[in-house]
């Protein structure tokens, strides 16, 4: 992913410094930020491709500024801890982060997450627009609708739709679905599946408490149905 400009947020200059040795090392353009208002100014100039985002910062909290960041940006964020309780990386996902890394952290593994989260799916594989009553996906354009008025999703929520309606009817297993959004190297991070599979719930369904396009199937994974399709 050479090119590709990454945005490291932390308080401790060494990790900065370290980070951006890495980071340019592989190809990367590294910009960088002492806490979250310098954050949110180098998202503004700098247009990053991914951040790097430390949960603990001085002032606002990396969750906070998780937040605002994701309420203006696409950008893939993998937030850095030293925290490893579910707990924490729910909070995280929640907060708009698409991955978590805890300190310390081999170079290979965070290589590793950000190809993964700068992975988009590949244009090649095509999926005709899927078309319901309250719900409609254009995935060329990359563009949903509920009930005709439009839904923004971050590029994960829209990687993990698509996988489910490209599989529509199936149940799809929890390893499965990791692998295919997140890359090779997921599998037992279900927690992450609860968090996305709940905030597209919310952005799709009439009522997210009672599903009627995203089925749980407990113990496996999750299912896409158009609720016209099952009745049929």
């Known amino acids: 992913m050479s090119n590709s400009v990454v945005l490291v947020v932390d308080d401790e200059p060494q990790i900065r410094r370290v980070m951006r040795t890495t980071l340019s090392s592989h190809g990367y353009t590294v910009l960088e930020a002492k806490d979250g208002p310098q954050a949110l100014e180098q998202m503004r100039a700098g247009r990053p491709d991914i951040i790097l985002l430390d949960v603990n910062l001085p002032g606002p909290s990396g969750l906070e500024i998780c937040r605002e960041l994701r309420a203006s940006s696409d950008a893939p964020i993998i937030m850095l ?21 805890v300190k310390p952290f081999g170079t290979e593994e965070l290589m590793a997450r950000i190809r993964a989260s700068l992975r988009r799916a590949n244009p090649a594989e095509s999926l005709p627009p899927f078309h319901s009553p309250e719900l409609s996906i254009d995935f060329e354009k990359r563009v949903v609708n509920v009930k005709s008025k439009p839904v923004r999703l971050t590029p994960k929520e829209f990687e993990l739709l698509r996988f489910l309606v490209a599989n529509r009817g199936k149940s799809v297993p929890h390893r499965r679905l990791l692998q295919a959004v997140w890359g090779p190297d997921y599998g037992e991070e279900t927690e992450y599946l609860r968090v996305f599979i709940n905030q597209l719930r919310k952005k799709i369904e009439p009522d997210p408490r009672r599903p009627r396009f995203l089925h749980t199937e407990p113990w496996i994974g999750y299912r896409f149905e158009a609720p016209e399709e099952k009745s049929r």
């Open 81 to 101: 801890t030293v925290r490893n309780s579910e707990r924490d990386k729910v909070q995280a996902l929640d907060a708009g982060a698409d991955d978590y890394v």
